[in-house]
Nanobody, 125 residues
Framework: QVQLVESGGRLVQAGSSLTLACRASGQILSSYLMAWFRQAPGKEREFVAGLTWRNYRRLYSDSVKDRFTISRIAAENTVYLQMNDLRPEDTADYYC??????????????????WGQGTQVTVSS
């Protein structure tokens, strides 16, 4: 069973950059879909970015696609989320998630069966 641990969240100022990391323990199968979600207080969990482990297809929400970059280092079993030009509305708990394979509904949290504990990102104005 894969376990996910996020790190890198902290308080930053608007306009700053920050990189989150998600390290997976256990074997990541080539079929897996890895993703980042976020949840702000009082709001639903929303998809941020994802990538397919096999062919490195990357997926982004419209709100972050020009500012955030998802990547991975396969040898380290780690997925990164590089976040640039952070805004106060990016403030949220960020979660790493894993689904057994790619699906067209990749943006739905219910498609993912493994989750990390989350890391908090706060962007001050």
């Amino acid at each position: 069973q894969v376990q996910l641990v996020e790190s890198g969240g902290r308080l930053v100022q608007a306009g700053s950059s920050l990189t989150l990391a998600c390290r997976a323990s256990g074997q990541i199968l080539s079929s897996y879909l890895m993703a980042w979600f976020r949840q702000a207080p009082g709001k639903e969990r929303e998809f941020v970015a994802g990538l397919t482990w096999r062919n490195y297809r990357r997926l982004y929400s419209d709100s972050v696609k020009d500012r955030f970059t998802i990547s991975r280092i396969a040898a380290e079993n780690t997925v990164y989320l590089q976040m640039n030009d952070l805004r106060p509305e990016d403030t949220a708990d960020y979660y790493c998630a894993c689904a057994p394979d790619y699906r067209n509904t990749y943006y739905r949290p219910t498609e993912y069966n493994i989750w990390g504990q989350g890391t908090q990102v706060t962007v001050s104005s």
